[in-house]
């Protein structure tokens, strides 16, 4: 019940779907929570709800001076930071022959250069402290790909790569760096597809249902807390056997 108490997670995306569900995970495993988002009114909503363990920052995480702020003042509020766990994303579908320069840059800044803005911020603090737990959240489809999704997949997939090189250079500062790669999660994203196309991707899952925002958080809580201390540069797939 109290794998991480009193410890500072930092998660970003967290106002809603599986960030959420990883923000109220790691608040009943005894942890304070500095949520990101950039919806104001869900985020206000989630802090409230927390009893004062949420404390929710309306930043824009492609944004380096935004990121850095946040960073910042919560190392000024809590001394410390020990989790992070980089979240946000979007997406922007269409064929790669269609795609606009501004749907590429856009879900490229949102999904993997905010992880370089957050994991650079807190770098210091982690090596000062020789410890540190970051989690950076893939897709099933930055390891196998999907079509239309040509910005979604590079996004994952350079995510997965900056988690093993990053382990590989932190390690030695007891500092674990991991990736989950969710399946197709029941959120507001999965929420856009035709009802045709969700029975069809449920299908193709050997498990036979969509995955839930709290299969995510509950993997998220397992590689934040001290079972995983033995455990870096990995890929915890977590899709109901989709990519198997």
Known sequence: ????KDQVAFITGATAGIGKAIAQSFVAAGAHVIALG????????LEKESNGKITFMQVDVSN???VEKAVEATLAKFQKIDILVNNAGITRDGLLMRMTDEDWERVLDVNMTSAFYT???MMRPFMKAKRGKIINVSSVVGLIGNPGQTNYAA???ALISFSKS????VASRNITVNCIAPGYIDTNMTDKL???KRAEV???IPLGRMGRPEDIASACLFLASPAADYITGQVLVVDGGLAM
């Open 1 to 4: 019940m109290n794998q991480l």
């Open 38 to 45: 950039t919806n104001q009114e869900r985020g206000q909503e």
């Open 64 to 66: 380096k001076e935004q």
């Open 119 to 121: 994991t650079r911020a």
């Open 155 to 157: 996004s994952k997939g």
């Open 166 to 169: 990053l382990a590989k250079e």
């Open 194 to 196: 035709p009802e045709a």
């Open 202 to 204: 449920v299908n193709h």
